[in-house]
T-cell receptor, first 110, second 115 residues
Framework: GQQVMQIPQYQHVQEGEDFTTYCNSSTTLSNIQWYKQRPGGHPVFLIQLVKSGEVKKQKRLTFQFGEAKKNSSLHITATQTTDVGTYFCAGQAAGNKLTFGGGTRVLVKP | ETGVTQTPRHLVMGMTNKKSLKCEQHLGHNAMYWYKQSAKKPLELMFVYSLEERVENNSVPSRFSPECPNSSHLFLHLHTLQPEDSALYLC??????????????FGPGTRLTVL
């Protein structure tokens, strides 16, 4: 079955620094979504990417969909304490349901 | 507010108890999901319903029994649970199961503790 893997599992970041988290699928995807779960909260949808090579930005967050539509990345610049949480990617192959990755838990050091 | 509500928000139960978790979505969605979230497995899909029909059961023990009486409501009946079942149980819904723009909306979860 379809598998979605995320690395790293944990990311310790100094406030103000940049970091990137990666998402890889075992199958070609029709779309990929990203979610953020704040501590004590529930996953909340951030964005969806559909096109090969697509890049979308949300303020300090940059999302990219790979050319082969099997991987994606989330890059955060100038990390702030409000970025703390777990970031999940979720991939969907054509005719299949959405499958979530294991998440990257982000901890920010002030 | 995401349009998905869950009750109760917190539940403590003994191993011999029977309890039920309730999820309600006000979004007109056709698909609903139960996830288990613990430190070991951040988002573990348990059950999937589409148009009130169960379409997926991911090898979940029979002590968890889902029920979907209509497209807006989803229950998870709990019976003779084990301490390792303690976790956050999240309900989610989406417009359809296989649609391309298929964002999932999560409820706040039920924090379950089994003593």
């Amino acid at each position: 079955g379809q598998q979605v893997m995320q690395i790293p599992q944990y990311q310790h970041v100094q406030e103000g620094e940049d970091f990137t988290t990666y998402c890889n699928s075992s199958t070609t995807l029709s779309n990929i979504q990203w979610y953020k779960q704040r501590p004590g909260g529930h996953p909340v949808f951030l964005i969806q990417l559909v096109k090969s090579g697509e890049v979308k930005k949300q303020k300090r967050l940059t999302f990219q969909f790979g050319e082969a539509k099997k991987n994606s990345s989330l890059h955060i610049t100038a990390t702030q304490t409000t970025d703390v949480g777990t970031y999940f990617c979720a991939g969907q192959a054509a005719g299949n349901k959405l499958t979530f990755g294991g998440g990257t838990r982000v901890l920010v050091k002030p | 507010e995401t349009g998905v509500t869950q009750t109760p928000r917190h539940l403590v139960m003994g191993m011999t108890n029977k309890k039920s978790l309730k999820c309600e979505q006000h979004l007109g969605h056709n698909a609903m999901y139960w996830y288990k979230q613990s430190a070991k497995k951040p988002l573990e899909l348990m059950f999937v319903y589409s148009l009130e029909e169960r379409v997926e059961n991911n090898s979940v023990p029979s002590r968890f029994s889902p029920e979907c009486p209509n497209s807006s409501h989803l229950f998870l009946h709990l019976h003779t649970l084990q301490p390792e079942d303690s976790a956050l149980y999240l309900c989610a819904s989406s417009q359809d199961l296989y649609a391309r723009n298929n964002e999932q909306f999560f409820g706040p979860g039920t924090r379950l503790t089994v003593l």
